[in-house]
């Protein structure tokens, strides 16, 4: 039985606490926060505690906190023989040295508190300071998941940018469509299809492959007419796109 605490309460703590809390093998001890309130969705799962000097001895400490602050937290540990982790795409694995033991368990996905994932299903990247520990995050990553990847420091800052690019970016475009149509009194349901089959072509074509548009057609009048609908501030940005896209596929400006 692996003996597992979590520090703390956001979207990433929240589904894995479910799913070690289901995780053959792995006992939840503890859930870690300095808002009390942030816990309350934990107390029905396990023990919860505000106080750092309150945790509960473990085999393995997560850290499931935003990157500022795993350094600082880190530091409040009691430097002793259990694993500690961060889940952090960009942290880098020396920000736990001062531990014996110590790796990342980052697992590859976007967490929203109400909407269940299938964990199974999430990639999870792995790293850590002895070939001995890498083997033991394997096996605690396979718990929870049927895709595992050793993924070093480099490696795993630059999978976190390309994953802003593919998420975050991309959700927040998402957004803007969402306004232009509720500006213009349009179900943003209408688009779904849309973002469903764009997302679906990745499975047998490259993005490179899927790309359609105005901006790859170089249809002029098309794009005109669209900056010509926007506020300034997001003039700039279809422009930036529309080049981006232009210049990656060699087309003439």
């Known amino acids: ?142 718990k929870i998941s049927n895709k595992t990847y050793e993924i070093d420091s480099e490696q795993r800052k630059a999978l976190h940018l390309a994953a802003v690019f593919v998420n975050n970016f991309t959700n927040h475009l998402y957004r803007l469509g969402a306004e232009i149509c509720k500006n213009n009194e349009i179900p943003f349901e209408i688009l779904k299809p849309l973002i469903r089959e764009t997302v679906d072509k990745l499975e047998s074509l490259t993005p490179r492959e899927a790309q359609t548009g105005p901006a790859l057609r170089d249809d002029k009048q098309t794009i005109s007419r669209h900056l010509a609908m926007l506020e300034p501030k997001h003039q700039e940005l279809y422009k930036i796109l529309t080049q981006s896209i232009q210049e990656l596929n060699g087309k003439k400006l």
Request: proline share 4%; with cysteine.
């Open 1 to 142: 039985m692996i003996n597992l605490v979590i520090l703390g309460a956001g979207n990433v703590a929240t589904h894995l606490a479910r799913a070690f809390s289901h995780a053959e093998d792995i006992k939840l001890k503890q859930v870690y926060n300095h808002k009390p309130e942030s816990l309350i969705p934990f107390k029905h799962i396990t023990a919860t505690t505000t106080d750092l000097n309150q945790l509960e001895k473990a085999d393995v400490y997560l850290i499931v906190l935003k990157d500022d602050v795993i350094s600082e937290v880190a530091g409040l540990l009691e430097n002793n023989d259990a694993l500690i982790l961060h889940t952090s795409g960009s942290v880098p694995l020396k920000a736990l040295n001062k531990f014996k033991n110590h790796g990342v368990f980052y697992p590859v996905q976007t967490f929203s508190k109400k909407k269940p994932v299938n964990f199974r299903e999430i990639p999870i990247c792995l790293e850590a300071n002895t070939a001995e520990n890498l083997e033991f995050l394997k096996g605690l990553a396979e």
